[in-house]
């Protein structure tokens, strides 16, 4: 059964980077699936923030494309998340997912626990 | 992208049915079954529901069916339990990745 865990720093001064790491278990990254990002930010709804593909194919929120890049490291069976120029309102909880598809729609079907990243300073 | 449109609360008394909507377009909810559902207790990360509109993964419950009509996908939960408690998210994602929606939430709340 797959598990992932997301880390990283709980604190991020405005107009820096957040970086985050998911480590997934039980499931090798390069094997198919696409894996995504949400967000969700205190007392508010899901944020879908973007996915990628074992081929390195991603896709962004149009809102945050500029400022996010996902990536995977296959090697350390990871996926990670940087997030530029960071403001109070990219204050949230940051979930990893591993994405299933199937017919023509997808699901975020498998999530971590997620991990709260505040930005302050 | 199109927002997914759902009531921001519902409430029901242990045992009865409830219904809980996501309203979109043609573009998404309309055309084709693209919608998934989410439970998320406080605290909690999502649990997944429902898949490509009407469909139970396994080890979800039967009480918990999804349907759609139109441009509206529907979650119903039958013989509701205290646990069922929670907040209740849709969501719409075509394969393409290129529009990834999530409605604003529902509030379900057990008498």
């Known amino acids: 059964q797959v598990q992932l865990q997301e880390s990283g720093p709980g604190l991020v001064k405005p107009s820096e980077t957040l970086s985050l790491t998911c480590t997934v278990s039980?499931?090798?990254?390069?094997?198919?699936?696409?894996w995504g990002w949400i967000r969700q930010p205190p007392g508010k709804g899901l944020e879908w923030i973007g996915s990628?593909?074992?081929?390195?194919?991603?896709y962004y929120k149009p809102s945050l494309k500029s400022r996010v890049t996902i990536s995977v490291d296959t090697s350390k069976n990871q996926l990670s998340l940087k997030l530029s120029s960071v403001t109070a309102a990219d204050t949230a909880v940051y979930y990893c997912a591993r994405v299933g598809c199937s017919g023509n729609s997808c699901y975020p079907e498998s999530w971590g626990q997620g991990t709260l990243v505040t930005v302050s300073s | 992208q199109s927002a997914l449109t759902q009531p921001a609360s519902v409430s029901g008394s242990p045992g009865q049915s409830i219904t809980i909507s996501c309203t979109g377009t043609?573009?998404?909810?309309?055309?084709?079954?693209?919608i998934s559902w989410y439970q998320q207790h406080p605290g909690k990360a999502p649990k997944f529901l429902i898949f490509?509109?009407?469909k139970r993964p396994s080890g979800v419950s039967n009480r918990f069916s999804g349907s759609k009509s139109g441009n509206t996908a529907s979650l119903t939960i039958s013989g509701l339990q205290a646990e069922d408690e929670a907040d209740y998210y849709c969501c719409s994602y075509a394969q393409s990745g290129t529009s990834v929606v999530f409605g604003g939430g529902t509030k379900l709340t057990v008498l």
């Open positions: 990628i593909y074992r081929s390195g194919s991603t």
């Open positions: 043609s573009s998404d909810v309309g055309s084709y079954d693209l």
């Open positions: 039980g499931y090798s990254i390069s094997s198919g699936y696409f």
């Open positions: 490509e509109g009407t």
